[in-house]
């Protein structure tokens, strides 16, 4: 009998859940839609001029204005895959490292990791072709990689861009 009315209990539940269960919506649910704005946000002075890269409401700098200008062709030479991943894994270490080093506390280091990860997630629709933007990249942020460090090895605290 107790058997019966538990798992009667339990398909309810189940469908009761299930039922008033919403998914995730990235789109309007995630961290780049939900704040306008993170200038001082809660009185955090390490978020001072946040907005002021990409600006505001453009939290990972996804709404801007795509300018082709190809100075060479850019040709493709294929790799192993485990080289680029190592290479991938290198930036995602220096960024981690940038986070931990240069910014102190947890708050804006959660805000401005999250920020990153939003703005790399775009290239995945561009790579896809499902968001009307070529998939490339910006040579001349690029060619500031040698001045993520200073000269001694540590990391730089100069603005270049």
């Not at 538990?6 to 939900?34: D, H, I, K, M, Y």
């Not at 409401?57 to 680029?84: A, K, P, W, Y």
């Not at 995602?92 to 703005?119: G, L, R």
């Not at 001045?147 to 090895?153: Q, V």
Request: aromatic share 12%.
């Amino acid at each position: 009998m107790f058997a019966k009315i538990s798992f009667s209990l339990f398909v309810v539940s189940a469908l009761a859940g299930s039922s008033f269960a919403a998914p995730f919506n990235p789109q309007t649910q995630s961290l780049a839609r939900r704040y306008i704005s993170f200038n001082d946000w809660h009185g955090l002075s390490s978020l001072s001029g946040f907005d002021n890269f990409y600006g505001s409401e453009n939290f990972s700098g996804e709404i801007s204005t795509q300018v082709v200008e190809q100075e060479q062709e850019v040709v493709c030479h294929s790799l192993s895959v485990e080289i680029i991943q190592q290479k991938l894994l290198v930036l995602q270490e220096m960024a981690k490292q940038i986070i931990t080093e240069q910014i102190c506390d947890v708050e804006t280091q959660t805000i401005v990791f999250q920020q990153y990860i939003s703005a790399s997630s775009h290239f995945t629709s561009d790579i896809m072709h499902t968001s009307g933007i070529s998939a490339g990249y910006d040579s001349s942020i690029v060619s500031h990689h040698s001045d993520l460090y200073s000269s001694d090895g540590s990391l730089s605290t100069v603005s270049y861009i």
